[in-house]
């Protein structure tokens, strides 16, 4: 097997220095009931050429958004990633490396966690980010952990605009630590106000911009009004290249933000491996939950970095950590990090204006078909539009013509009668003109 | 790759050289500033159109100040990630002997397997009819990880061990509840002292109560101890099995029948798995569930401390807990089952996380799975175990093993043979850094006093194994031969010296800050606290 070194005249020597005559004697602890008697059901091993067939013609089986014109969204967005990207995280230094524990012989990785916690600050315009979680919805999951520790209050208000799934994975997470969880309804037009929801026994109110449905918002004043009564605003954002053109969280007043970090450097994939990022005002550091890297200084003077505040940890505190996470999502955010910095400041400006603009593009687009009705007016890369029938039809109808037209808000909510038209529609810098007419066309042919 | 011992003897008679000119660099080893202090403002590193002039629609909320991000070129960006690479050790450069964390080869294929446009470019939420060949690879790599652990079910989605750790231990609070009435009274969970902190940390975030249980003189749970625990109150037990000491549970059976008696469940930490893989199934030990890291027993890259997956094999009594989504197949087609249809004989626990899990991982998971085979799986564990056993053997007359006998997949010594050396474990360990090693895992599990866990992995040839007993010996010997100094200051030839970590944590700096001048020399004035 082509990734075993040991031979058998090695396994024989071993053995022999071991004092025991072949490998099963080594497993002699384990009962002898629990010991394999019979072959398992799997096939024997295989070379490489076998395994790329193999699973090759299953990824042939798929349509890929690389394929044909893609109006997916909700959460996950296509966007091209630079060939450096994917060049350097494949640099065995980088892709087989464990978590920095040993700083002298790790500094690769802690410099570039410290330079992915400064971009997440700053496209966020918090004061402190972790070195990343598995993706969006469990660091909006995290935040609401968070926020209790911090408020010590137990009511939690989720906006209607929450992306479901962010929401339903909040509720897994709380649903056994006494949380009182408050859901607005779905805010489908942008009208939400949620105010009038909060008082001094609420811990945070959960607002997502721009929302689930594609509107976005201003939620300075919201923020007022929950720091008036002692409540934090936490703010998701799924789509951060919005950021780079819409005016941060931070900069509206929020305590927490989390965010989907997939958009840059990480592919679709199906949904997953993702990069969650995580950021807040330095008061709440000691209460953050995952893993920190912070700058310090070798014997001789010379600056370097570590991981740090690890006594918030579960390998520290076992019961009383501030979360059970250990993994973090180190390659994809690295991933991230890189795409941002070859962004810069003025690449991440102009491809947030493009997707903005091919998004435009689209609602103009789409606001001429008779019986297409677009409900966002302030949006930025993703919009909602009503059809006269239910959404998931015309989606199953477009895929059979090779068009990805979106995702039919009823996947996702499907017992609301009143969502079951709404299709949510995205544009990237990956969208071309030729594209949205395409869609266009073949929406008006089956409508 | 006898290499280090001649050097460090030469170093302890000249000086260590260090160049003292003006880069900071020495030789390969490459000085690299902060990616923002490589900043000329208005470059960027990708060409993008120009954007039409239009009206933007994004209302009162445009973001017109200045963010703050460097702009760099692609050259620049592409120099700079290549030199910080070079300051990180990998399994690419060396053998990672971390106890527990199971570093072992990553293979290319399964890198070259994820890239393919029909999975790198597949969007969650297309119809499922365009992505058949996707969930039928979910099915399969499923169905595998079922028939290696005896387990008739299986939670997909979970992002990483603790997180699967959090999807049983919600099942097990989900199955308790619905057997008792709605609520159970059950709180009680115990959890070996050697355990990973995720456990007790999991269990808190499930709303249970943990009780600790100790170890008896093997290194194995003290069976009479656990014995005096049971009670109508307790929920579950969760143990690692093999433990994080390298020692197989020789009670697990009696430790099941005991825990199902009293009508708990048994949650058995899968970290482990890859000692026993192909070899043992642990649905044959009479456990009720179990968290697989794929990263580790089926070798998807660890990526500098991520992303994992942690996929959770459930028993009957528990399957119809398991979490939304699952994939399902009807002979033809492949579905997602996306959200609960009622009236149903399944109760999810909910979502564990924004889609169908880390994709990703399973497409190089089920790579590595088809490439080994089950014969292939079976001498994986079975060569882990033994190149474990052959560095215990080979270093147990100098260092003192923590417990008798043979072990599976990783070797635990303590500190018993630097004790009145004036060397701890962490002079020991930075020690094997200058000896171009990635030192073991040190001070884990804590029952062990000064721990040092090693595991080698199945993919270190003998000669791999011979160069690291032999680096090991020699430092074993200098120690004990009172040769403290070469410990004290070690590592000397890495990119950094020892770093200040209580520095880092009195006044944290968790960012780059452009207001106040980063420092770059042991200035407290200069150094802000951001």
């Known amino acids: 097997m082509r990734y075993l070194p040991l031979t058998d005249n090695d396994r024989h020597e071993m053995l022999g220095k071991v004092g025991l005559s072949s490998v099963d004697s080594l497993f002699s602890d384990v009962p002898e009931i629990a010991r394999l008697s019979s072959e398992l059901e799997l096939p024997d091993h295989k070379g490489e050429f076998e395994v790329e067939k193999i699973i090759e013609s299953l990824a042939g089986k798929n349509v890929s958004t690389a394929d044909v014109p893609s109006f997916l969204g909700a959460g996950a967005y296509r966007h091209h990633i630079p060939a450096a990207v994917d060049y350097l995280i494949q640099r065995g230094e980088f892709l087989t490396s464990y978590t920095p524990y040993q700083p002298e012989i790790s500094q690769g990785t802690l410099q570039m966690l410290f330079e992915f916690q400064t971009q997440v600050s700053l496209i966020t315009g918090m004061e402190v980010a972790n070195a990343s979680m598995y993706d969006g919805a469990t660091s909006c999951s995290e935040a609401v952990l968070m926020a209790r520790r911090i408020t010590r209050r137990d009511k939690v208000i989720l906006s209607g605009g929450l992306h479901p799934h962010y929401r339903a994975v909040t509720e897994t997470h709380t649903k056994y630590l006494d949380i009182e969880i408050i859901d607005a309804p779905s805010d489908l037009n942008g009208l939400e106000d949620l105010s009038k929801l909060i008082s001094q026994?609420?811990?945070?109110?959960?607002?997502?911009?721009?929302?689930?449905?594609?509107?976005?918002?201003?939620?300075?004043?919201?923020?007022?009004?929950?720091?008036?009564?002692?409540?934090?605003?936490?703010?998701?954002v799924s789509e951060v290249i919005s950021l780079g053109a819409v005016l941060s969280p931070g900069d509206m007043g929020a305590d927490i933000v989390v965010a989907e970090g997939q958009s840059l450097g990480n592919p679709l994939s199906y949904g997953g491996p993702y990069v969650g990022l995580f950021a807040t005002r330095e008061k709440y550091l000691r209460q953050m939950p995952g893993r920190l890297c912070g700058q310090t200084l070798d014997e001789t003077g010379r600056r370097g970095w570590v991981l740090t505040l690890?006594?918030?940890?579960?390998?520290?505190?076992?019961?009383?950590?501030?979360?059970?996470?250990?993994?973090?999502?180190?390659?994809?955010?690295?991933?991230?990090?890189?795409?941002?910095?070859?962004?810069?400041?003025?690449?991440?400006?102009?491809?947030?204006?493009?997707?903005?603009?091919?998004a435009v593009q689209i609602a103009d687009y789409l606001n001429n078909i008779n019986g297409v009705d677009v409900l966002t007016n302030c949006f930025f890369n993703e919009i909602s539009i009503r059809l006269p029938g239910p959404a998931d039809e015309v989606v199953s109808k477009l895929a059979s013509r090779n068009i990805l037209a979106g995702v039919p808000v009823s996947r996702l909510i499907p017992n609301e009668n009143e969502l079951n038209n709404i299709l949510l529609v995205a544009?990237?810098?990956?969208t071309s003109e030729a594209e949205i007419e395409k869609l266009s066309k073949a929406l008006k042919d089956i409508i | 790759m006898t290499h280090s011992r001649d050097l460090s003897k030469s170093s302890k008679e000249q000086p260590i050289p260090v160049n003292s000119g003006q880069s900071g660099h020495q030789g390969l080893n490459m000085e690299e500033a902060l990616l923002f202090e490589l900043d000329s403002k208005g470059k960027s590193g990708v060409d993008l159109p120009t954007v039409p002039k239009f009206e933007n629609r994004l209302g009162s909320v445009s973001r017109d100040s200045n963010i703050g991000l460097p702009g760099l070129s692609e050259p620049e960006v592409i120099r700079h990630y290549t030199r910080l690479s070079q300051k990180n050790y990998a399994i690419d450069t060396g053998i990672y002997p971390l106890g527990s964390c199971t570093m072992k080869h990553n293979p290319r294929l399964n890198e070259k397997l994820v890239r393919l446009s029909g999975f790198s470019g597949l969007h969650p939420l297309q119809p499922v009819e365009t992505t058949q060949g996707a969930l039928e690879l979910i099915d399969k790599t499923a169905s595998w990880l079922k028939i290696l652990t005896g387990m008739p079910a299986v939670a997909m989605s979970p992002a990483a061990g603790a997180h699967g750790e959090f999807c049983g231990m919600m099942a097990i609070r989900a199955a308790l509840d619905q057997r008792d009435g709605g609520k159970t009274s059950r709180r009680r969970v115990l959890v070996p002292e050697s355990a990973h902190g995720t456990n007790p940390a999991t269990a808190s975030i499930c709303g249970f109560i943990i009780d600790t249980i100790p170890a008896n003189d093997s290194g194995r749970v003290d069976i009479e101890a656990f014995k005096k625990q049971m009670g109508d109150d307790v929920a579950a037990v969760m143990i690692t099995n093999p433990n994080t000491c390298g020692l197989f549970e020789s009670d697990i059976i009696e430790i099941s029948e005991l825990i199902h008696e009293v009508g708990g469940f048994f949650y058995c930490d899968g970290a482990n798995f890859n000692a026993i893989v192909g070899r043992v199934r642990p649905g044959d030990l009479g456990i009720d569930c179990m968290h697989i890291n794929l990263h580790k027993t089926f070798s998807t890259p660890h990526g500098g401390g991520g992303p994992g997956a942690g996929p959770v094999v459930l028993s009957a009594s528990l399957a119809p807990f398991a979490p939304l989504p699952w994939v399902t197949f009807d002979d033809q087609n492949y579905s997602l089952v996306e959200h609960e249809i009622k009236p149903t004989e399944k109760f999810p626990i909910g979502r564990l996380k924004a889609f169908h899990g880390q994709m990703g991982m399973f497409i190089r998971t089920y790579a590595y799975m088809l490439s080994h085979g089950k014969d292939g799986l079976a001498q994986a564990s079975g060569d882990a175990v033994l190149n474990a056993n052959y560095i215990m053997e080979n270093l147990k007359d100098l260092m003192t093993p923590a417990f008798e006998g043979p072990c599976m997949h990783e070797c635990l010594f303590d500190d018993g043979f630097l004790r009145g050396t004036g060397v701890t474990t962490l002079d020991f360990s930075k020690a094997m850094i200058d000896e171009g090693y990635h030192p073991m895992t040190m001070y884990f599990?804590?029952?062990?006093?000064?721990?040092?866990?090693?595991?080698?992995?199945?993919?270190?040839?003998?000669?791999?194994?011979?160069?690291?007993?032999?680096?090991?010996?020699?430092?074993?010997?200098?120690a004990i031969s009172g040769k403290k100094e070469k410990f004290i200051g070690s590592p000397k030839f890495t990119p950094r010296r020892r770093l200040d970590e209580t520095r880092a944590a009195r006044s944290p700096i968790l960012r780059w800050n452009s207001v106040k001048a980063q420092s770059n020399e042991s200035d407290e004035a200069k150094t802000n606290n951001l």
């Open chain 1, 310 to 358: 690890s006594t918030r940890e579960q390998h520290i505190r076992r019961e009383k950590a501030t979360s059970n996470i250990c993994t973090n999502a180190g390659l994809c955010a690295l991933a991230f990090c890189i795409h941002l910095a070859l962004l810069g400041e003025s690449g991440f400006r102009r491809l947030a204006e493009l997707n903005h603009y091919r």
């Open chain 1, 201 to 236: 026994e609420v811990s945070c109110v959960v607002v997502q911009n721009p929302n689930f449905f594609g509107h976005l918002k201003d939620f300075s004043k919201l923020a007022k009004t929950c720091h008036a009564n002692g409540v934090l605003l936490i703010a998701v």
């Open chain 2, 445 to 478: 599990p804590l029952i062990v006093h000064g721990a040092m866990l090693i595991e080698p992995t199945e993919t270190e040839s003998k000669r791999s194994l011979d160069d690291f007993i032999n680096s090991i010996r020699y430092l074993a010997k200098s």
């Open chain 1, 427 to 430: 544009a990237t810098e990956c």
